[in-house]
């Protein structure tokens, strides 16, 4: 008996640095299990390097189980799970996670259910000696499937009793002025530079962060709505098809934004043409009596037909034939100054944010605040004191050190634009990225693009991951770029130690995108 429970504790022990591993790889697969197979399939031959020692370890177990017998046998097989435990958790204690697992309620709820099925697991093969070691490494990645069936009917449950208490909440504040925000990109730092403005003359909410899903909003709904709040400025995300007819079907907004349509998330939507329907659902399903705003520097919104009646305003900067336009535009490498178009009226802006993609969601936040009879003073002294939006071309410094933090942005647009901003910038121009991901059929060629698109605009490239860079690194070849000025990198801390033992304190680091540990290879 004492043997037994010993031999069941080495195995658990054994599993719990895999257990928590799935469950971090299916947190950041969203827990979708058609994803997470994908990450699986696609990760195969980049994870079997770091899994070695691990499956040799359950080969041996295997084989010894199969050979050794009795006392001896329960030894070696003892001695091979306390050896893949030390080294599983010797390996963990030197891990640095870019987005470590968040133990949230979920997340708790699925570690319970995962203890029960790993105990049943335990128990089935405390028989087969051959199986512990395979069960400890392997078990807990088999084990992610039934736990993830066993709870789906229970957080679409918590999950429907948290929406009716939100969309209950929405209901009985009937004066609310509702505004949804949606695009491919720019939706956030629209949502930040319109309550800025907004807020001044409102009392105004918006959804903090990026909480931009059904359970993010019916967070912020549930816990920070108030009676006295006179708008609601909300996010709205998207990757797949019906995404946006359930947010305006929950949330009902009266005015209504696109931002921007491109190849984000191709993976999930499966085309473009499902893309720009899905994003155009903000416009098409707001009220009559609504009020629609457009970017139409876009091509996809520019050619969509609106069947909606509704009013709609457009904005551009490159385009003239808006109802809001940017005229007489600088740039510098401390922000901007443009002056708003719109009919006789001309009024000249400046703001800290960089580049053309953050005028134009000042753009589509002015015909917002305009919309809602927002003075124009009100808007200039927000657009000129507002902070700039956090990981989406955010200027700071790190240690000393001049950073454009463009972690947030992973769309080729929003990178171009990135890159134009870096090449105004002083001192020699440094660009750290792992490329761009969830593009479908798409990415190999939209990354190349975006290596081709980098000489010129930046003197050092540090590409983080290997695998995923190499178009990005063909792009750099194809263009002609020195490529003994381009660095391939594992992990983002290299990237930043390199950075700090070659560039000068009057250098510009660009940080374009950020992508979570279960794509970063």
């Known amino acids: 008996m004492i043997t037994k429970i010993i031999t069941a504790a080495a195995i658990a022990a054994a599993m719990l640095i895999p257990a928590k591993h799935a469950l971090h790889m299916f947190q950041q697969n969203r827990y979708e299990l058609g994803r997470l197979y994908k990450w699986i399939r696609e990760s195969l031959p980049t994870a079997v390097n770091g899994a070695i020692v691990p499956l040799a370890l359950s080969l041996t177990g295997f084989v010894a189980g199969l050979i050794f017998k009795g006392t001896l ?26 987005k470590p697992l968040v133990y949230t309620a979920r997340v ?12 049943l697991l335990i ?17 807990p990645w088999l084990l992610i499937w039934p736990m993830a069936l066993i709870t789906s009917p229970m957080e679409a449950a918590i999950r429907q009793k948290y929406l009716n208490e939100a969309k209950a909440i929405l209901k009985d504040h009937k004066d609310l002025i509702k505004i949804g925000i949606t695009g491919s990109f720019g939706k956030t730092t629209t949502k930040n530079i319109m309550q800025a403005m907004i807020s001044e003359q409102y009392n105004s909410l918006m959804t903090p962060a990026s909480y931009n899903t059904p359970m993010g909003i ?67 399903l707001l009220p009559k009596d609504g009020f629609g705003i457009l970017n139409y520097d876009n091509e996809f ?9 509704v009013e709609t305003v457009t904005y551009g900067v490159t385009s003239r034939d808006t109802d809001y336009y940017a005229d007489e535009i600088t ?37 917002c605040a305009r919309h809602l009879g927002v003075d124009w003073k009100v808007i200039d002294r927000a657009v000129k004191t507002m902070k700039q939006v956090e990981h989406r071309l955010e200027l700071k410094m790190i240690n000393g050190y001049r950073f454009i933090d463009d972690a947030f942005n992973a769309n080729p647009t929003g990178s171009a634009m ?30 190349k693009n975006f290596g081709r698109n980098m000489k010129g605009k930046a003197d050092e490239v540090i590409l983080v991951g290997k695998a995923q860079t190499k178009p990005i690194y063909e792009g750099l070849q194809e263009a002609g770029f020195d490529m003994d000025h381009v660095y391939v990198l594992d992990k983002v801390n290299e990237a930043f130690a390199l950075i700090y033992s070659q560039a000068d304190r009057n250098d510009t680091i660009l940080l374009e995108n950020d992508l979570p540990d279960a794509f970063n290879h």
């Open 123 to 139: 128990i089935a093969v405390m028989k087969a000696p051959a199986l512990y070691a395979v069960a400890a490494f392997l078990g």
């Open 108 to 119: 708790k709820r699925q570690i319970a259910v995962m203890a029960v099925l790993a105990v």
């Open 218 to 284: 019916t967070r912020t709904i549930r816990e920070m709505l108030q009676p006295i709040h006179q708008v609601f400025v909300c996010e709205m995300g998207a990757d797949h098809v019906g995404d946006i007819t359930e947010l305006m079907e929950f949330v009902q907004p009266q005015i209504g934004v696109v931002t921007s349509v491109g190849p984000q998330h191709l993976n999930t939507f499966g085309s473009q043409e499902n893309i720009t329907r899905e994003k155009m659902q903000m416009i098409e």
């Open 418 to 447: 990135a890159l134009d901003v870096l090449s105004m910038m002083p001192g020699t121009r440094w660009i750290v990225t792992p490329g761009m991901i969830d593009l479908g059929a798409k990415q190999e060629e939209i990354n």
């Open 73 to 98: 046998g329960w030894i070696i097989q003892l001695a091979i799970l306390v050896f893949m435990a030390l080294y599983l958790y010797g390996t963990e204690l030197k891990k640095s996670y870019i």
């Open 331 to 367: 740039y510098t490498a401390s922000g901007s100054a443009f002056t708003v178009v719109h009919g006789d009226e001309r009024v000249r802006l400046e703001t800290k944010l960089l580049g053309e993609l953050n005028i134009l969601n000042i753009l589509s936040a002015v015909a």
């Open 301 to 309: 919104i520019r050619g969509y037909a609106v069947k909606n009646p």
